[in-house]
């Protein structure tokens, strides 16, 4: 019953829940919209149906994400309103105004779009929904302006025991916004890519419509390598950037104890929580290069950072839970490197028209479309766990943020209430995806209500 762990809890179950259909939304509202620009552009009806069939797909996950995202809000003010007390000021700005401008922006015109159908001209129809993607990535733009600000904080002043904003500009100019929304942008193009992909493959297996599927396959292809090309390289800016500014957070996710000159790349390490290594493999070098771009320079380890932590902010436990910084940042690297050579196959037979030939291809794109959601997932909680102690990072401790008045019995009947609900939202999702997804996108009947 204890208040704090099911608020943490809570708030990670809805978060991560929610970061599932987040991605989707940013990179599908991408693809839909160049679907429809090839559709404007060349006046071919495949592109105006795979518009509408992906569309609907896009619809669907945006829904769903619009209704697990609700909540979020009200935990701060909940289950964490000392946390809300102390940085109101300075996180309620970014939040209020991904609100007032850029959701209400992105849910006029995904109305727009939805029932401009022949209402509209193709070329002010083509501007509605690229709006929706302008609007959709500054949404999360400030989002991420909001989180940037527990990650790295700036443009602040400690007043009467509260942080209050002194400069806007630098809250939006902040260098950890400026790695980490690249970052979320390539994600949600690499998700919508094998989203498509997967769905593609699954009916070029079946031989539905293969010219359909087939130039859905080429944009996924494409999308793909870009998605996961781009991914990595911002990656690694936002890691070298991470070694500046919360050297822990490296450290724990490599599992690195002692600080090295040169520093070794774990690949594999079995050890327990003291620093006791069992069995491992290094890659020599390859942490310096990761951190610094040179194969010299040191990387500070988890003692060295907990000895100057502690004379820094105090006594107290400095080190992230090791176990979930680790393995969460092996299943997202390996996740994303897995994804770029499937991303280089599927652009290769793409090329060469040789999709439906690789039958054991297809096989494997459905079951990738899980690999995204893998990375998006131990990627997000490697950035909120590896902060830990900290709610706002040298500021503010995650214990000293939760709510003095909610009771532990009332988190823990919230937490088995969202459970179920989120539980039963994600089946709904799930179906809905199936029933369309696999549906012939031409010679089905449309739904009612969908198109």
């Not at 996950?61 to 300075?90: K, L």
């Not at 929304?181 to 297996?205: I, M």
């Not at 050579?341 to 028209?353: G, H």
């Amino acid at each position: 019953m204890d208040a704090l762990a099911l608020a943490r809890l809570q708030f990670a179950l809805t978060t991560v829940y929610h970061f599932f259909f987040v991605p989707l939304t940013l990179g599908l509202s991408i693809m839909v919209a160049v679907m429809e620009t090839l559709y404007v552009r060349t006046g071919n009806e495949t592109y105006k149906h795979m518009t509408k069939f992906w569309g609907k797909l896009f619809l669907i996950n945006f829904a769903v994400g619009v209704v697990t995202g609700i909540v979020q809000e009200f935990q701060f003010g909940m289950n964490w309103s000392q946390y809300s007390r102390f940085v109101g000021d300075i996180f309620g700005a970014p939040l209020a105004i991904e609100a007032l401008m850029a959701f209400f922006l992105e849910s006029t015109f995904i109305a727009v779009w939805f029932f401009g159908w022949d209402k509209l001209g193709k070329r002010a129809h083509l501007t509605s929904i690229w709006l929706v993607v302008i609007a959709s990535n500054l949404s999360a733009l400030w989002i991420l302006i909001a989180n940037s600000f527990m990650q790295e904080p700036v443009g602040y002043v400690i007043r009467n025991g509260r942080a209050e904003m002194t400069d806007f500009f630098a809250l939006i100019t902040n260098p950890n916004v400026w790695v980490q929304w690249p970052h979320v942008f390539f994600s949600g193009l690499v998700t919508a890519a094998f989203f498509v992909l997967g769905v593609s493959a699954w009916h070029l297996r079946r031989k539905t419509n293969p010219d359909f599927f087939t130039r859905s396959f080429k944009i996924g292809a494409v999308v793909a390598v870009i998605g996961a090309v781009f991914v990595i390289f911002v990656g690694h800016s936002q890691a070298q950037h991470m070694v500046q500014t919360q050297p822990m957070k490296m450290a724990s996710a490599e599992a690195l104890y002692n600080s090295e000159q040169p520093a070794s790349f774990s690949l594999i390490t079995i050890g327990d929580l003291q620093g006791k290594e069992v069995f491992a493999i290094r890659i020599p070098g390859i942490l310096s290069l990761l951190a610094c771009n040179n194969f010299t320079c040191e990387v500070k380890g988890i003692n060295d950072l907990q000895a100057e932590y502690a004379a820094q902010y105090g006594p107290d436990d400095y080190v992230p839970p090791l176990a979930w910084t680790y393995w969460g940042f092996r299943a997202m690297v390996g996740a994303g490197f897995l994804m770029a050579l499937l991303a280089f196959i599927a652009l290769y037979l793409a090329v060469r028209n040789k999709m439906e030939q690789s039958k054991r291809f297809l096989k494997i794109l459905p079951f990738a479309m899980l690999l995204p959601y893998l990375a998006n997932t131990s990627g997000w909680l490697l950035t909120e766990l590896g902060r830990q102690p900290w709610i706002v990072f040298g500021l503010m401790k995650t214990a000293a943020g939760v709510s003095n008045v909610v009771g532990g019995l009332a988190v823990l009947f919230s937490l088995i209430l969202f459970t179920a609900v989120y539980g039963a939202l994600m089946g709904v999702a799930i179906f809905l995806f199936n029933r369309y997804g696999k549906s012939d996108p031409v010679k089905d009947v449309q739904p009612v209500g969908l198109y």
